[in-house]
Every structure is written in structure tokens, then in C-alpha cells.
């Protein structure tokens, strides 16, 4: 079957992570046009129930280089973004007009971070189209209780997603693009296939192009470097700490005007 040439569609399918950039900042006209694209993400209910921290303090990125896993190319990158579920706004708006209100919980949770994490990646895509490279950092979901002490974040405020960004050295943009599943082997249709699931052993040999290697000893190198390793035990931590101090409780009691 024939594809149709699309931009857009070309430059998802072109899209690759960037950690190395150019010693130059990002203008403000191009940053204030990719932000403003971020905001016109779809919401739940036209809330948007996010806020960016546009990390700008070259000590705060320092600190966040550290805390998020030893990273030193987060200090180096002049676009920092954090996009940090945020129900607070509208919670405070709620009990100035009514006597009672139930408390964020984990459903509100899950909602906000939804609208963080569809934001972001529409910054990304953004990105991509306004000449940046971008990469995803994680483990802004480790130390949950350092990081909101360092963002001061309030309750029902989470950092969900964070974005490091610049113009990408010519290295980084001729660097190799890193393989996808098949569209075959991750969709699914009408419901959960576990005929296709239980195919991961030959999915991760087809993506990786591992052939002629060993693909046991690959896997378990790859478990041990992104499962059972002290990063991935942190963040399980870290979230659940999150989940806590953000519905804990209080959860679902009322509070309002009096």
C-alpha cells in the first residue's frame, strides 16, 4: 500500500531522542510558540489540568542532573520543562464557591497526569517542527519528596513528565534511529490478544536485530540494567509516595466554604 506524504506524519516518523546540544539558548519567540502549541493539547474537560515549571536557574538544572538519576546532559540543556499534574488550581477555585467539596484522589490523579503527559508530548512534537531535540527524562518521578521541595509544590501538585531540549549537535541528529514493534505485534483489536503478548521473546529479537546473537543473555543484561537495578526500585518508591501525600488520608472528605 501506497503512504501519503504528510509533513506532520513525516516528522513523527522521523522523531528520535537528542541529549547532546549546541551551546546556544533557545529564543524566546520559539520557545513562547512551542509552549503556546503545548497549551492547545487536548484537556479533560478544557481544564488543563497541568502546570509547566520552564526551568530556567542554572543551579535548579545542576540539582536536577543529580536527582534525576546522574545525568549531567539535564545541566547542559537550555530548554528544561517540568509538566506536573496540577488539580490545586481548580480544587481552590471549587471551595470558594461551595460548602462542600470532596477532595483530589486517585481517579483526579490519573486525569491530570494524563492531560501532563498529552501536553508534553505535543511540546515535543513541537520541538521537532520548530528545528529542537528533545528527550524525555524519567526519572523526574524518582525522590518525589526532593523534587517537590525543590519546585515547591503544593498539594495536589505532581511532577509527571520532564522535557530537556536545544538545538541538537550534528552528531545527534545523524545518530542512528533506535527501532519501534511492529504495528502488528502492539495492536490489538477488540480486546487484549494474548497470543500476540506472549510473542515478546520474538518481538524484542525482530526490533532489536539481535539475530545471531544471544538473544537470553541480551535479556537478562537488559532486565538487570532497566528492572532490577536501584533506579527502577527509587521511582516505584517515589510514586507511591506520591500517590500518598497526594490522596492519602483526606481522600475523598469534604471540604469548602464556610
Same mark, same amino acid.
Given at each position: 500500500?501506497?503512504?501519503?506524504?504528510?509533513?506532520?506524519?513525516?516528522?513523527?516518523?522521523?522523531?528520535?531522542?537528542?541529549?547532546?546540544?549546541?551551546?546556544?539558548?533557545?529564543?524566546?519567540?520559539?520557545?513562547?510558540?512551542?509552549?503556546?502549541?503545548?497549551?492547545? !493539547? &487536548?484537556? +479533560?474537560?478544557?481544564?488543563?489540568?497541568?502546570? @509547566?515549571? =520552564?526551568?530556567?536557574?542554572?543551579?535548579?538544572?545542576?540539582? *536536577?542532573?543529580?536527582?534525576?538519576?546522574?545525568?549531567?546532559?539535564?545541566?547542559?540543556?537550555?530548554?528544561?520543562?517540568?509538566?506536573?499534574?496540577?488539580?490545586?488550581?481548580?480544587?481552590?477555585?471549587?471551595?470558594?464557591?461551595?460548602?462542600?467539596?470532596?477532595?483530589?484522589?486517585?481517579?483526579?490523579?490519573?486525569?491530570?497526569?494524563?492531560?501532563?503527559?498529552?501536553?508534553?508530548?505535543?511540546?515535543?512534537? !513541537? &520541538?521537532? +517542527?520548530?528545528?529542537?531535540?528533545?528527550?524525555? @527524562?524519567? =526519572?523526574?518521578?524518582?525522590?518525589?519528596?526532593?523534587?517537590? *521541595?525543590?519546585?515547591?509544590?503544593?498539594?495536589?501538585?505532581?511532577?509527571?513528565?520532564?522535557?530537556?531540549?536545544?538545538?541538537?549537535?550534528?552528531?545527534?541528529?545523524?545518530?542512528?534511529?533506535?527501532?519501534?514493534?511492529?504495528?502488528?505485534?502492539?495492536?490489538?483489536?477488540?480486546?487484549?490478544?494474548?497470543?500476540?503478548?506472549?510473542?515478546?521473546?520474538?518481538?524484542?529479537?525482530?526490533?532489536?536485530?539481535?539475530?545471531?546473537?544471544?538473544?537470553?543473555?541480551?535479556?537478562?543484561?537488559?532486565?538487570?540494567?532497566?528492572?532490577?537495578?536501584?533506579?527502577?526500585?527509587?521511582?516505584?518508591?517515589?510514586?507511591?509516595?506520591?500517590?500518598?501525600?497526594?490522596?492519602?488520608?483526606?481522600?475523598?472528605?469534604?471540604?469548602?466554604?464556610?
Amino acid at each position: 500500500m501506497e503512504k501519503r506524504k504528510n509533513e506532520t506524519i513525516e516528522l513523527l516518523m522521523k522523531r528520535k531522542s537528542m541529549r547532546v546540544f549546541e551551546d546556544k539558548p533557545v529564543p524566546q519567540d520559539v520557545k513562547r510558540q512551542l509552549l503556546e502549541a503545548s497549551l492547545r !493539547a &487536548a484537556t +479533560a474537560g478544557n481544564m488543563t489540568l497541568y502546570t @509547566i515549571i =520552564d526551568v530556567t536557574d542554572q543551579a535548579l538544572k545542576d540539582k *536536577l542532573a543529580v536527582t534525576c538519576d546522574n545525568q549531567p546532559f539535564i545541566a547542559a540543556a537550555p530548554l528544561v520543562l517540568i509538566y506536573c499534574a496540577d488539580y490545586r488550581r481548580w480544587y481552590e477555585a471549587f471551595c470558594r464557591v461551595e460548602t462542600e467539596v470532596r477532595r483530589p484522589s486517585y481517579g483526579d490523579f490519573m486525569l491530570a497526569a494524563e492531560d501532563a503527559i498529552i501536553a508534553a508530548q505535543t511540546a515535543v512534537t !513541537a &520541538a521537532d +517542527a520548530l528545528g529542537l531535540g528533545t528527550c524525555y @527524562i524519567g =526519572d523526574i518521578l524518582e525522590n518525589y519528596e526532593t523534587h517537590r *521541595l525543590l519546585l515547591g509544590l503544593p498539594d495536589y501538585v505532581a511532577p509527571i513528565a520532564m522535557i530537556v531540549g536545544g538545538y541538537p549537535s550534528r552528531q545527534q541528529e545523524e545518530r542512528r534511529q533506535t527501532p519501534r514493534f511492529a504495528v502488528e505485534d502492539i495492536v490489538h483489536e477488540n480486546g487484549y490478544d494474548m497470543e500476540k503478548a506472549g510473542r515478546m521473546m520474538e518481538m524484542v529479537e525482530e526490533k532489536e536485530d539481535w539475530h545471531g546473537e544471544d538473544l537470553t543473555l541480551r535479556l537478562k543484561a537488559f532486565c538487570k540494567r532497566k528492572w532490577n537495578c536501584s533506579f527502577s526500585e527509587e521511582m516505584s518508591r517515589s510514586v507511591k509516595a506520591m500517590l500518598d501525600a497526594w490522596a492519602g488520608p483526606e481522600s475523598g472528605k469534604t471540604s469548602g466554604r464556610e
